[in-house]
């Protein structure tokens, strides 16, 4: 029986809720996670150079997750993992598995994910040479849509398929690294991170406390750009953009099939059918959905991607031209890190379309007049009480930003404050309240 097992059977001999494991303290989750991992005979917890080693030795290939956990998103697909399921197990046994629960002291040149996901994994060849990547989000709360084991267990194959052919394609895998960063190695040497963050987690202290979340590193980049007067570039504001850009749907019981095709987009012009299975992207052989988000990631603004597909048993080759903006259609309104955006552009507002119980024409607005948004949350606290502190509520409707009604969405709003506008700009917003229209003022942070 494995100690998560024992541990949840004394919970229930003591008289304590099953739940128990799962109703902790943020610091409970973290110090117990250690003390049920760091002596496995399964798992090399938080050590990298070990699982190296370990790797170089047995010639197996390597399997990190890197797993934030107080969070609750991914918590029980996880919990799977952790637990090595059935479904995984045997294919789990084939390499070396590392735990890494925090962003302190990670090699950004290495560690190149989504930085918004609460558990990735990266596989890795026994000489630290990059296979490729699994784990993808879509929204904040239906991880069953993006991820499953079974897609997972056809990744982890994939994976294995490709080590054992390593010499044959070690070409192929150049591109699954970006370049290096030419200034900040590792996450605490950011400004805003180097002063508050070391290396590793502080377990003789407040451990929570003393963990760089992975959303940060994209908070700190943003920050840098920022804080030098210089526009978020699309790639820095639209991170790992979904297929769904190019129409492209995938059955997450799969590493890569497609489930759907949306009518009217890219895919659908390429012809893509469900069933189809994408092989690679632009050379780079795909081990999930994961590695066709880092292929869209990398790719440029005006840019070409070459698909390999699996259509009944045929290989086929497919290149699509991607037009100039489109990775604005990818959604990045569920990211953590959007919360940064909205405190530097909205003042800590969180704008919605207008519910069902509005009714637009209620409004009374000018026909060709865009902007409508439901202001959903106010921030109460700190930096993110900007708009609060302004006089802005919960219940109000945008109606004009900056002296401008020509925007759809929130999205559209995020990308005009940090392209369009710096630090310290003034900006009106225009409201309507109980049916009165009313302006307060708010300074970009």
Same mark, same amino acid.
């Given at each position: 029986?494995?100690?998560?097992?024992?541990?949840?059977?004394?919970?229930?001999?003591?008289?304590?809720? +099953?739940?128990?494991?799962?109703?902790?303290?943020?610091?409970?989750?973290?110090?117990?996670?250690?003390?049920?991992?760091?002596?496995?005979?399964?798992?090399?917890?938080?050590?990298?150079?070990?699982?190296?080693?370990?790797?170089?030795?047995?010639?197996?290939?390597?399997?990190?997750?890197?797993? @934030?956990?107080?969070?609750?998103? @991914?918590?029980?697909?996880?919990?799977?993992?952790?637990?090595?399921? &059935?479904?995984?197990?045997?294919?789990?046994?084939?390499?070396? @598995?590392?735990?890494?629960?925090?962003?302190?002291?990670?090699?950004?040149?290495?560690?190149?994910?989504?930085?918004?996901?609460?558990?990735?994994?990266?596989?890795?060849?026994?000489?630290?040479?990059?296979?490729?990547?699994?784990?993808?989000?879509?929204?904040?709360? !239906?991880? *069953?849509?993006?991820?499953?084991?079974?897609?997972?267990?056809?990744?982890?194959?994939?994976?294995?398929?490709?080590?054992?052919?390593?010499?044959?394609?070690?070409?192929?895998?150049?591109?699954?690294?970006?370049?290096?960063?030419?200034?900040?190695?590792?996450?605490?040497?950011?400004?805003?991170?180097?002063?508050?963050?070391?290396?590793?987690?502080?377990?003789?202290?407040?451990? %929570?406390?003393?963990?760089?979340?992975?959303?940060?590193?994209?908070?700190?980049?943003?920050?840098?750009?920022?804080?030098?007067?210089?526009?978020? +570039?699309?790639?820095?504001?639209?991170?790992?953009?979904?297929?769904? %850009?190019?129409?492209?749907? @995938?059955?997450?019981?799969?590493?890569?099939?497609?489930?759907?095709?949306? &009518?009217?987009?890219?895919?659908?012009?390429?012809?893509?059918?469900?069933?189809?299975?994408?092989? *690679?992207? !632009?050379?780079? &052989?795909?081990?999930?959905?994961?590695?066709?988000?880092?292929?869209?990631?990398?790719?440029?603004?005006?840019?070409?991607?070459?698909?390999?597909?699996?259509?009944?048993?045929?290989?086929?080759?497919?290149?699509?031209?991607?037009?100039?903006?489109?990775?604005?259609?990818?959604?990045?309104?569920?990211?953590?890190?959007?919360?940064?955006?909205?405190?530097?552009?909205?003042?800590?507002? %969180?704008?919605?379309?207008? &519910?069902?119980?509005? !009714?637009?024409?209620?409004?009374?607005?000018?026909?060709?007049?865009?902007?409508?948004?439901?202001?959903?949350?106010?921030?109460?606290?700190?930096?993110?009480?900007?708009?609060?502190?302004?006089?802005?509520?919960?219940?109000?409707?945008?109606?004009?930003?900056?002296?401008?009604?020509?925007?759809?969405?929130?999205?559209?709003?995020?990308?005009?404050?940090?392209?369009?506008?710096?630090?310290?700009?003034? %900006?009106?917003?225009?409201?309507?309240?109980?049916?009165?229209?009313?302006?307060?003022?708010?300074?970009?942070?």
């Amino acid at each position: 029986m494995s100690r998560f097992l024992c541990l949840s059977w004394m919970a229930c001999w003591l008289g304590m809720s +099953p739940l128990w494991l799962s109703a902790q303290d943020r610091e409970t989750k973290v110090r117990n996670d250690k003390a049920l991992l760091e002596n496995s005979d399964h798992w090399i917890y938080n050590n990298l150079p070990r699982g190296l080693r370990q790797a170089k030795l047995s010639k197996k290939p390597i399997l990190v997750v890197l797993r @934030c956990i107080p969070c609750e998103a @991914c918590h029980e697909f996880d919990e799977q993992v952790v637990e090595r399921d &059935p479904k995984v197990r045997e294919l789990l046994d084939r390499f070396v @598995c590392v735990r890494i629960p925090q962003a302190n002291g990670i090699d950004l040149a290495l560690f190149q994910y989504d930085y918004d996901m609460s558990f990735a994994v990266m596989y890795l060849h026994h000489d630290g040479t990059l296979l490729g990547r699994f784990g993808t989000r879509t929204g904040r709360e !239906n991880e *069953a849509e993006d991820m499953q084991l079974e897609g997972f267990a056809e990744s982890l194959q994939l994976a294995l398929n490709l080590d054992q052919k390593f010499d044959e394609v070690r070409d192929s895998l150049a591109g699954k690294m970006g370049p290096a960063p030419e200034i900040y190695k590792l996450p605490e040497q950011y400004p805003s991170l180097k002063d508050k963050y070391t290396d590793s987690l502080d377990y003789s202290g407040k451990v %929570v406390q003393s963990c760089i979340h992975c959303h940060q590193i994209r908070d700190a980049d943003r920050l840098t750009y920022r804080l030098s007067d210089q526009p978020l +570039p699309d790639d820095v504001l639209y991170p790992w953009p979904s297929l769904k %850009v190019i129409g492209i749907q @995938c059955d997450p019981k799969t590493a890569t099939t497609v489930s759907a095709v949306l &009518p009217n987009s890219l895919a659908a012009q390429m012809e893509l059918q469900p069933g189809d299975r994408l092989v *690679a992207m !632009n050379g780079q &052989p795909l081990l999930s959905v994961a590695d066709a988000q880092w292929v869209l990631h990398r790719t440029p603004d005006e840019g070409q991607v070459t698909f390999t597909i699996d259509h009944e048993g045929q290989t086929i080759q497919q290149a699509v031209s991607l037009p100039q903006g489109w990775r604005q259609a990818s959604d990045i309104s569920w990211r953590v890190s959007t919360w940064e955006l909205r405190r530097m552009a909205f003042g800590g507002m %969180v704008l919605k379309p207008l &519910p069902e119980s509005i !009714n637009r024409k209620s409004l009374k607005l000018p026909a060709d007049h865009q902007l409508a948004l439901f202001i959903e949350h106010v921030g109460q606290y700190g930096e993110h009480a900007r708009a609060k502190q302004a006089g802005l509520v919960k219940g109000d409707i945008v109606i004009a930003y900056d002296g401008r009604s020509d925007f759809d969405s929130e999205q559209d709003l995020l990308a005009y404050a940090m392209q369009q506008k710096q630090r310290g700009d003034k %900006v009106n917003i225009e409201v309507l309240r109980d049916g009165q229209r009313k302006t307060f003022t708010i300074t970009l942070q």
